[in-house]
Nanobody, 120 residues
Framework: QVQVVESGGGLVQPGGSLRLSCAAS????????MGWYRQAPGKQRELVAA???????NYADSVRGRFTISRDNAKNTVYLQMNSLKPEDTAVYYC??????????????WGQGTQVTVSS
């Protein structure tokens, strides 16, 4: 199994910055794409940003230019640097890992989520 642990959420004023971290661990697993999703109250979970093991990235239009996703493959860790935060960025942010086990089976794993609140 893969454990996915997020950290770095909190309360920030509009225009401020936060950095989220996510570490995935699992003996013998290879992490392919890793990404961040978010879910605001009353809304569906949506993709924020994702990054493949080879470095290609994908961003939601609403965050492109403000958020930057990066990863450290050696540590199976992904980061989300969030700048120029807006109240509409308020949500629970979830980390997702697309992992392959030693028997070459692929599955997705989710973290518990971390709250990001943008408010004055």
């Amino acid at each position: 199994q893969v454990q996915v642990v997020e950290s770095g959420g909190g309360l920030v004023q509009p225009g401020g910055s936060l950095r989220l971290s996510c570490a995935a661990s699992g003996s013998g697993f290879i992490m392919y794409a890793m990404g961040w999703y978010r879910q605001a109250p009353g809304k569906q979970r949506e993709l924020v940003a994702a990054i493949h093991r080879l470095g290609t990235t994908n961003y939601a239009d609403s965050v492109r230019g403000r958020f930057t996703i990066s990863r450290d493959n050696a540590k199976n860790t992904v980061y989300l640097q969030m700048n120029s935060l807006k109240p509409e960025d308020t949500a629970v942010y979830y980390c997702n890992a697309d992992a392959q086990d030693p028997w070459l089976r692929r599955s997705e794993y989710w973290g518990q989520g971390t709250q990001v609140t943008v408010s004055s």
